[in-house]
């Protein structure tokens, strides 16, 4: 059996050197921090901080399953003002790590808490989150009951000022059937149909009550506008009613992008909103597109 060097020898064979022992202070108060530097750095910068931080997060719902464990992709930063250099950015990963601690679900409620937390923290006058993840609920095929799990991926935006309080923004992507009105009425027999990929981001009242589970409101908003719902099991019975359910609901882009947003319109706790469909046209190769966004002004 052949022999080798000891593991020191061979690194040493493939390149490694010893350490230096340098000349800069080895504790973290003898440290030069840059980025305390305060001179005129010419702009202020409403958001600074980090992005694409995945994160395991603990999420509730009205539907099952009622609680589970997803991971989500953080955004965290907060403003700078142009007279300081930087922001101690160990910092917001260490208050990220602080919220999962805590074990709080994932929440407009428990992310302002965290917004306010990141401020106070950075010593800065605002801070924000931007955060998406997988949602999974249980869904039951419409007549054999037949269960399975879905996702959609939730959306949610929280921005915090000392001064002005919050602005929370509440996202819901989901896929959907769609079945086409012009094939259904010029055709002899059928119509062609596809699956409508539909996205709604929607602006909240600060002061107004909103519903305890906001991602399934928004959810059942977008299904129950389309053609048809999406099911993880379809047995024959099943596959019967959701091809007849589309046909009985034909619907362009345009019409499913309006119907959603009249219906996000009529909530009360709902600022702004903003709706796009897409739906992966069956004989086309291009795909069919729609958007709406409004604002009320109260």
């Known amino acids: 059996m052949r022999s080798f060097p000891s593991k020191e020898e061979r690194h040493q064979l493939f390149g490694s050197v010893p350490p230096s022992l340098g000349t800069k202070p080895l504790q973290k108060e003898d440290m030069t921090d840059i980025q305390k530097t305060e001179r005129d750095f010419y702009f202020h910068l409403e958001q600074v901080g980090i992005c694409r931080m995945s994160y395991p997060v603990h999420i509730v719902s009205k539907m099952a399953p009622q ?12 403003s700078l003002p142009a007279h300081q250099k930087g922001i101690h950015m160990s910092r917001l990963t260490e208050q990220l790590h602080s919220f999962y601690e805590s074990s709080k679900p994932l ?7 965290l917004t306010a937390a990141l401020a106070r923290r950075m010593n800065q006058p605002s801070a924000s989150v931007q955060v998406a993840f997988p949602w999974y609920m249980e869904k039951q095929s419409p ?11 939730i959306k949610y935006d929280v921005h915090f000022h000392e001064k002005d309080g919050w602005t929370c923004h509440v996202g819901c992507d989901t896929q959907v059937t769609t079945l086409c009105p012009c094939s259904k009425e010029i055709s ?20 107004a009550s909103h519903p305890d589970d906001i991602k399934a409101v928004l959810l059942h ?25 589309a046909y009985e609901n034909p619907r362009f882009v345009e019409d499913i992008t309006r119907l959603i947003a009249i219906e996000l319109y009529e909530q009360p706790w709902i600022k702004g909103i903003q709706v796009e469909c897409r739906n992966e046209e ?7 597109y729609a958007k709406c966004s409004y604002e009320k002004n109260l």
């Open 67 to 78: 609680s589970q464990t997803t991971t989500a992709e953080f955004t965290l930063s907060t």
């Open 107 to 113: 929440d407009v409620n428990s992310l302002k808490e």
């Open 143 to 153: 007549v054999t009951g037949q269960s399975g799990l879905m996702h959609a991926t």
């Open 188 to 207: 002899e027999y059928g119509a062609h149909n596809q699956r409508g990929s539909v996205s709604i981001l929607v602006g909240l009242f600060e002061q």
């Open 221 to 245: 908003i977008i299904e129950s506008n389309a053609s048809a719902p999406l099911y993880p099991v379809l047995k024959r019975p099943d596959e019967k009613k959701v091809t007849e359910e």
């Open 282 to 288: 069956s004989i086309h190769q291009h795909d069919a």
